[in-house]
């Protein structure tokens, strides 16, 4: 089955700099790989996601992109603000097997 | 519009105990799903469906058991509850086909002595 696999597992960057997230996926029939994020005490929440006909997207200050060959993609924060502290996961789907998670990046952002 | 709830929001059981979490949205999604989260592990999926009068295993389905009676309800059974099992559910639904957005509950925190 997929297995995923999320980098760093905390990451810590000053505000106003870049975060970047990668995650890895073993299944190289997915074809859907959103990101959540989860504020502390809350429900995860869809912030961006990209299908593997697209190899970037973007919104705002986020971006995510794809590369099926070496089978990875990554979150892009631009401009990070202390609300976007939070922990994130990505995830990886193919055909008609269920969403598969990583184990979550906790990002602190230090004003 | 309430999209996903959850209940209950907390609850301690003991060892051996049985309860049953309750999911239900309004969204007329097909498929619902339930999650464990568990630090450091991320989410795990236990059991999903597909549709009404239908489940299926995930990751981590053993000590646990789902019924879809409804299309709006998903339950999560513990027949005998294991301090294993102490961790926070969420449930979540998508709307099924090419539409994989899920949308997730407030979680359940529940503690197992």
């Known amino acids: 089955g997929e297995n995923v696999e999320q980098h760093p597992s905390t990451l810590s960057v000053q505000e106003g700099d870049s975060a970047v997230i990668k995650c890895t996926y073993s299944?190289?029939?997915?074809?859907?790989f959103p990101w959540y994020k989860q504020e502390l005490g809350k429900r995860p929440q869809l912030i961006i996601d990209?299908?593997?006909?697209?190899g970037e997207k973007k919104d705002q200050r986020i971006a995510v992109t794809l590369n099926k060959t070496a089978k990875h993609f990554s979150l892009h924060i631009t401009e990070t603000q202390p609300e976007d502290s939070a922990v994130y996961f990505c995830?990886?789907?193919?055909?008609?097997?269920?969403?598969?998670f990583g184990k979550g990046t906790r990002l602190s952002v230090i004003a | 519009n309430a999209g996903v709830t959850q209940t209950p929001k907390f609850r301690v059981l003991k060892t051996g105990q049985s309860m049953t979490l309750l999911c239900a949205q309004d969204?007329?999604?097909?498929?619902m799903y339930w999650y464990r989260q568990d630090p450091g592990m991320g989410l795990r999926l236990i059991h999903y469906s597909v549709g009404e009068g239908t489940t299926a295993k995930g990751e981590v389905p053993d000590g646990y058991n789902v019924s879809r009676l409804k299309k709006q309800n998903f339950l999560l059974g513990l027949e005998s509850a294991a301090p294993s099992q102490t961790s926070v559910y969420f449930c979540?639904?998508?709307?099924?086909?090419?539409?994989?957005?899920?949308?997730f509950g407030p979680g359940t925190r529940l503690t197992v002595t």
């Open positions: 979540a639904s998508s709307y099924g086909g090419t539409s994989y957005e899920q949308y």
């Open positions: 299944d190289s029939a997915s074809n859907y």
């Open positions: 995830a990886a789907k193919g055909g008609n097997t269920p969403l598969v």
């Open positions: 990209i299908r593997s006909n697209v």
């Open positions: 969204m007329n999604h097909e498929y």
